[in-house]
């Protein structure tokens, strides 16, 4: 099972960035798929899922209207597109999978697995 996260750069305020998280080894009917972010001393925190069958999506407040998550079955990809990019947003972003659904992904990070983290830096 793996996952693999990239798209991540330095962009500035107000940019866009779109991340990307490849799926393999696994089937992902009945998974969500979905982004979390950590900034230097701060926890792990949610920012988006998807559920993988149904593509109904869940997303933190502090995200929503700017960030859209979305899938291609094709690929077995996972695409998280970040609009009006604030300093905030400053952060290592990492793609998670777990057998569940997108609105208990948001609640709980127990049981994901972890891709590795992808950077991405809002600054002038």
């Known amino acids: 099972v793996q996952l693999q996260a990239s798209g991540g750069g330095l962009v500035q305020p107000g940019g866009s960035l779109r991340l990307s998280c490849a799926a393999s080894g696994f089937t992902l009917d009945y998974y969500a798929i979905g982004w979390f972010r950590q900034a230097p001393g701060k926890e792990r925190d949610f920012v988006a899922a998807?559920?993988?069958?149904?593509?109904?999506?869940y997303y933190a407040e502090s995200v929503k209207g700017r960030f859209t998550i979305s899938r291609d079955n094709a690929k077995n990809t996972v695409y998280l597109q970040m609009n009006s990019l604030k300093p905030e947003d400053t952060a290592v972003y990492y793609c998670?999978?777990?057998?569940?659904?997108?609105?208990?992904?948001?609640?709980?990070?127990?049981?994901?697995?972890w891709g590795k983290g992808t950077q991405v830096t809002v600054s002038s």
């Open positions: 998670a999978a777990r057998r569940t659904t997108a609105q208990t992904m948001s609640i709980t990070s127990r049981g994901n697995i």
């Open positions: 998807i559920n993988w069958s149904t593509g109904s999506t």
